[in-house]
């Protein structure tokens, strides 16, 4: 069974960074392309970013385009979002999902103010 698991969040500043993981604890150690979506209070969820198996290919929302990085350790079955120059409305729960085994983690939570 896929289980995705995210950490990394926290309340930081306008301008801090943070870098949020999804590990995937599937015992057979399959890998799998990975998003990022978030949902604001209030909001729909938006999908952030993507990232194929062998990282070859790296797609960004244009809300985070030139601040955000996603990339991965398939050694450590781990997918991280790095997040640059956050801003207020980058605020709310983050969450990885697997597409291949329609898999969401739980979410967590990034708080952006001053």
């Known amino acids: 069974q896929v289980n995705l698991v995210e950490s990394g969040g926290g309340l930081v500043q306008p301008g801090g960074s943070l870098r949020l993981s999804c590990v995937n604890s599937d015992v057979k150690r399959r890998t799998s392309p990975i998003n990022w979506y978030r949902r604001a209070p209030g909001e729909e969820r938006e999908w952030v970013a993507g990232?194929?198996?062998?990282?070859?290919?790296?797609k960004y929302a244009d809300s985070v385009l030139g601040r955000f990085v996603i990339s991965r350790d398939n050694t450590k079955n781990t997918v991280f979002l790095q997040m640059n120059n956050l801003k207020p409305e980058d605020t709310g729960t983050y969450y990885c999902?697997?597409?291949?085994?329609?898999?969401w983690g739980q979410g967590t939570q990034v708080t952006v103010t001053g």
């Open positions: 999902y697997s597409p291949q085994f329609e898999a």
């Open positions: 990232i194929t198996v062998d990282s070859r290919h790296r």
